[in-house]
């Protein structure tokens, strides 16, 4: 039995999300600009007139408005999650703005030249802060309850249709983004009429979706239907009526991946056309050369802070614990080939003695002072370049795990060895999208991102996580 695939899913894009962040992007940017202008024609030597001399030196618009970017993305100013949380409006905006700010004035050629007096520039950083926070703060009161929701209704509540539920619903990240407003489930189970899952009630079977779908007036109807369950005449003419009259018909787990950045498996009975990361470009010979080619371009420029860093940590190893100034442990690799890995050691000699292999942990007494600062900015990871170098891993994959872990975790998490079909990476899509973990609950979650990547990857994605591990490493988010 087979799953009907014969209705395309409108594939569309996050367009509320998308237009909260233009907005917050075009009104940040617009303020930048307007304080700099204001600073060049009151404050500057060269007395700026208009508007216009601004846009002749549009260089010195650009970079502070690409210094504000960069620092607000750092501090999240523009996860639409947090746009209204005014403790997080007020420590981030003033952060960012002053950094902007300070780094701004401070690039020679990139910016105006210092007038004398240093309270000017002082002014620039001030006004930036109360103009960019009151903007703020205006934009938290007008989007904070979502506006335009999508009305919909799902077909299916099994599993699929439940999970995709309680992410729409329950989420605040995805519901602050898209806004759904779910009006109930269609279901052929007798069994599950007039139940409620997650608040929303199953209304009735598949034979009055068309008449629900127009009395309600939706938008979207959801198909959240499992593999095996073939959708009948009926329901593909009832599916195709609903399109030809503009109500767009889309499937749960196309909208799961596109809002979490994750597939749907979970720990039982998964579905394997879910599960299968087969990806396009793992076929594509561009993608495996100019992935390589940018493998080894990092790797011999992380050589430099690499070799820098040896004596330094070798130094504070003599004071904190003396060792081995380098650990190596064997991980498994793609398609299951093992290799070993290496590492600035962080843990005390010996940390295994007992012979029990377990996770790092937060508070883990195993770890030493000096490591647990290399822990917490990724430093410690530095002399796996070389690991890159070899071949053994990739910059961008998901990460090595040691085999004990990977045999413990496949007994109870299915397809976890799919993440091993591509070569494991330094920093990956579960890294930047997910904190660490040591529960199997966790690792479940993390195996949905990894599977995610390895179907999706691209170069675009490589950098897109490559931008987003900044972050991380800035707010020293490591265990």
């Not at 890995?341 to 005390?348: A, C, D, E, G």
Request: hydrophobic share 45%; glycine share 6%; aromatic share 14%.
């Amino acid at each position: 039995m087979g799953y009907f695939c014969g209705l395309a899913s409108n594939s569309t894009y996050d367009f509320r999300g998308f237009l909260r962040r233009f907005t917050l992007i075009a009104g940040d940017t617009l303020l930048i600009c307007l304080c700099l202008f204001l600073y060049l024609r009151f404050f500057h030597p060269t007395g700026f007139q208009d508007y216009y001399s601004l846009l002749d030196n549009a260089l010195w618009a650009l970079v502070i408005v690409v210094l504000w970017y960069f620092y607000a993305s750092v501090f999240d100013l523009y996860k639409l999650s947090l746009v209204d949380k005014q403790g997080d409006i007020l420590k981030n905006t003033i952060i960012t703005a002053t950094l902007t700010g300070i780094t701004y004035l401070f690039i020679p050629f990139f910016s105006p030249t210092l007038p004398l007096s240093r309270l000017p520039a002082f002014l620039l950083i001030i006004t930036m802060v109360i103009s960019l926070l009151g903007w703020r703060l205006l934009y938290a009161a007008l989007f904070k309850h979502p506006i335009l929701p999508v009305r919909a209704i799902v077909v299916g509540a099994g599993y699929t249709g439940r999970e995709l539920v309680k992410t729409l619903l329950h989420d605040e990240q995805i519901y602050h983004r898209t806004a759904y407003q779910i009006f109930g489930f269609i279901d052929d189970d007798t069994h599950k009429l007039q139940k409620e899952y997650d608040g929303v009630k199953v209304l009735s079977g598949s034979d009055k979706l068309v008449r629900y779908v127009n009395r309600l007036h939706l938008d979207e109807v959801i198909l959240a239907i499992p593999e095996h369950e073939i959708l009948f005449p009926e329901m593909q003419m009832a599916l195709i009526r609903l399109e030809e009259q503009g109500t767009r018909v889309r499937f749960a787990y196309d909208i799961y991946e596109q809002l979490t950045g994750r597939v749907m498996v979970k720990f039982k009975n998964g579905q394997y056309f879910l599960a299968n990361p087969y990806s396009i470009n793992q076929k594509k010979s561009f993608y495996r050369v100019a992935n390589r080619m940018l493998n080894i371009v990092w790797g011999v420029l992380a050589c430099l802070p690499f070799v820098l860093l040896i004596p330094l940590v070798w130094a504070i190893n003599l004071f904190s614990s003396r060792g081995p100034l380098f650990y190596s442990q064997e991980r498994v690799g793609q398609n299951g080939k093992g290799f070993r890995i290496l590492k600035f050691r962080t843990m005390i000699v010996d940390a295994e003695k007992d012979g029990t292999a377990r996770f790092a942990s937060a508070g883990d007494d195993r770890i030493t002072p000096a490591g647990r600062f290399l822990r917490k900015a990724r430093l410690d990871e530095l002399p796996q370049f070389v690991n890159i170098l070899k071949g053994d891993m990739n910059l961008i994959g998901p990460r090595p795990e040691r085999q004990v872990f990977v045999d413990e975790l496949s007994h109870t998490i299915p397809f976890f060895r799919l993440r091993n079909l591509v070569k494991p990476g330094l920093t990956g899509w579960a890294q930047v999208r997910h904190h660490y973990t040591t529960a199997t609950e966790d690792s479940l979650v993390k195996l949905q991102y990894d599977l995610f990547y390895i179907r999706h990857r691209s170069l675009m994605l490589d950098l897109r996580i490559m931008f987003s591990t900044l972050p991380v490493i800035f707010k020293m988010k490591g265990v």
